[in-house]
């Protein structure tokens, strides 16, 4: 009986030959993967300068203040090659305004990296206030190098088909084709704009103050006058500061904010029976806080982190007329309390009051208020005050002539105001800064968390060298009147582009050439250009994208700037809380 044959189809060893050739196989597929990847998906850039500041950050200085504790930022990109040891570097600090030193030998920290997304815009338009990338048309860039080399980050302003203007720090747009249309304010909150509308304007909200942040020495700052003190400015020197939320005279014993010789609170507490200075207590339940703006920095826009640019551009010359107003109200117990929201800003013609009313029983009254009364501009509802008592977070956006209001994050009341050209030219300049009241009102109770911040403003000039935008941006003269100029054309197939850093950003405002071999392939209309009267050299079409240089939209920063391993150490631990989807 013969034996069992073994089975003739068993696997042979590959050879090493193919193992090799399997290898190298995986290897380049890995690679042309990869490569297509990065060319139609997703590529990593990384940010070098501040033009989009703070949204985004360049090469910067990260800072603590050292008596309030508030982290800001200010821009080095360069900074080393225009230092000298004689010169001074100190940055103030936007909350309580001390003077922060900031070393020469500090080390720079690197540029947010992010991800582009560059498919998105193979099947869907870009979207007005999206943050893209794009080459840059320009024939050179502001060092000399080639324009359209430069991969340049901006945020999307004017969509193809319209024509732009500028006013008093807000984007107008019409129909390109239609002259005769009405003028319309393009606003970050229109969620027919951008369906992120809410995220894109609570990252672009610039702080003014956030109570949390109070100086450690009362405000009565006085550093030490020895040569061991490493800030020369701050040598021997004052820097008084007090809580800018202020009351009437008359209700002084009934606030408790803190003082500069107990120290400051972060929690402002209302309470009508008390006597906290030793007065005579207020027998009114009705409180009031308003800020004081000698705290604040200027007259206008305070741009901290252009505080090391030799001085050009910390103050954008633009008024602060957006604003959010927010706090988190606690009241007392069995209270019928209400808390209003006050401030003034142009809703039309001249400067008026408006009221946010916050009730107990819920519901929410947008007011109007001057000397003959009072008129309700809107009604929303929202739950009422529950008991026993706890928090509310109450917000009031004036914003892109539209008043928004929130409770606990939710949104209760939009009013917007739509205004024909003719008005805006001809009503009144704004306030170099609003009048903001916090009023409490039936009972006692304490203000957490009061933040007031401002919007971004575009501005006509660029700080660093004086320039003026020829076409757009209308600027206004001493007497406060609008000098006109001609709308930026963006005909279809562009867009128009400006940086968050609006006192030093070189974008869309102030190009006025094109690099010739772009202008040729993509700018159809060069050929057949006529100057605008009045502008013989000025190329109206030179401010704007084409489609062609898109390289798609921003939309994650996964490699924030890192921390140093020791202080002056090298830059290796990420940042993982600062990780954030850009808006």
């Known amino acids: 009986m013969s034996q069992p044959h073994s089975k003739s189809n068993a696997r ?23 490569f297509i990847f990065r060319a139609y998906v997703v590529e990593a850039f990384i940010i070098p300068t501040g033009s989009m500041a703070p949204t985004l950050l360049g090469e910067h200085a990260a800072l603590r203040c050292e008596q309030c504790g508030y982290d800001f ?24 305004k001390y003077p922060q030193p900031v070393p020469l030998s500090s080390p720079t920290q690197t540029g947010d990296r992010l991800l582009v ?195 050009r551009g910390v103050f954008g010359r633009q008024p602060i007329e957006d604003i959010r107003l927010a706090a988190t109200v606690e009241r007392g117990a069995n209270e019928d309390l209400s808390i209003e929201f006050v401030a003034t800003t142009r809703l039309e013609h001249e400067v008026e009051t408006v009221v946010a009313r916050f009730n107990p029983d819920g519901k929410v009254e947008l007011l109007r208020e001057n000397d003959s009364g009072r008129t309700t501009l809107a009604l929303g509802q929202s739950k009422a005050w529950p008991d026993p008592p706890r928090a509310y977070e109450l917000e009031l956006w004036i914003v892109d002539q539209e008043l928004l209001v929130w409770v606990d994050g939710e949104l209760v009341i939009r009013k917007a105001f739509d205004l024909p050209m003719d008005t805006l030219k001809l009503r009144v300049p704004p306030q170099d800064r609003p009048e903001v009241t916090i009023r409490v009102i039936g009972g006692s109770a304490t203000l957490h968390g009061v933040e007031l911040d401002r919007d971004i403003a575009y501005t006509p000039s660029l700080s660093s060298n004086a320039q003026v935008a020829t076409f757009g941006a209308m600027r206004r003269a001493a007497n406060g009147t609008l000098r006109e100029v001609p709308p930026i054309p963006i005909r279809p197939g562009r867009y128009f582009v400006l940086g968050d850093n609006s006192p030093i950003s070189s974008d869309g405002r102030f190009w006025g050439d094109v690099q010739p071999w772009i202008e040729k392939r993509m700018f159809e209309e060069a050929d057949d250009w006529e100057p605008v009267p009045g502008y013989p050299f000025a190329r109206d079409y030179a401010h704007v994208v084409p489609r062609g240089l898109m390289v798609g939209r921003a939309f994650f920063i996964y490699f924030p700037a890192p921390y140093a391993v020791s202080p002056g150490g090298q830059q290796l631990l990420p940042n993982f809380g600062d990780m954030r989807f850009v808006h």
């Not at 090799?20 to 597929?29: A, D, L, N, Q, R």
């Not at 930022?73 to 936007?94: F, I, Y």
């Open 12 to 34: 042979h060893p590959k050879s090493t030959d193919e193992t090799i050739k399997e290898t190298f196989e995986s290897i380049v597929i890995a690679f042309i993967l990869a």
């Open 73 to 96: 930022a200010v821009d080095q990109s360069g900074q080393p090659n225009r230092m000298t040891r004689n010169q001074l570097q100190t940055a103030t600090c936007p909350m309580c």
């Open 117 to 311: 997304q560059k498919y998105v815009y193979y099947v869907a338009e870009p979207t007005r206030w999206d943050v893209v990338v794009f080459k840059n048309p320009q024939r050179l860039n502001d060092n000399g190098s080639p324009g359209p080399k430069t991969n340049y980050i901006k945020r999307l302003v004017g969509l193809p088909n319209e024509s732009l203007h500028l006013i008093d720090g807000n984007v107008y747009v019409r129909p390109f084709d239609q002259p005769s249309a009405p003028w319309r304010i393009a606003r970050k909150t229109d969620p027919k704009e951008n369906r992120h509308w809410e995220k894109i304007q609570r990252a672009v909200w610039q702080p003014i103050y956030h109570s949390q942040y109070v100086p450690l020495d009362h405000g009565r700052a006085l550093p030490s006058p020895g040569e061991d003190n490493p800030n020369r400015y701050t040598r021997g020197r004052r820097f008084d500061w007090d809580c800018p939320w202020v009351p009437p005279s008359e209700q002084v014993g009934a606030w408790d904010l803190g003082n500069a010789e107990e120290g400051w609170k972060r929690s402002y507490s209302f309470n009508p029976t008390a006597n906290a200075t030793g007065g005579s207590p207020s027998s009114s339940t009705f409180g009031e806080l308003r800020f004081n703006w000698a705290e604040y920095h200027g007259r206008g826009t305070f741009y901290p982190y252009n505080t090391l640019t030799g001085g």
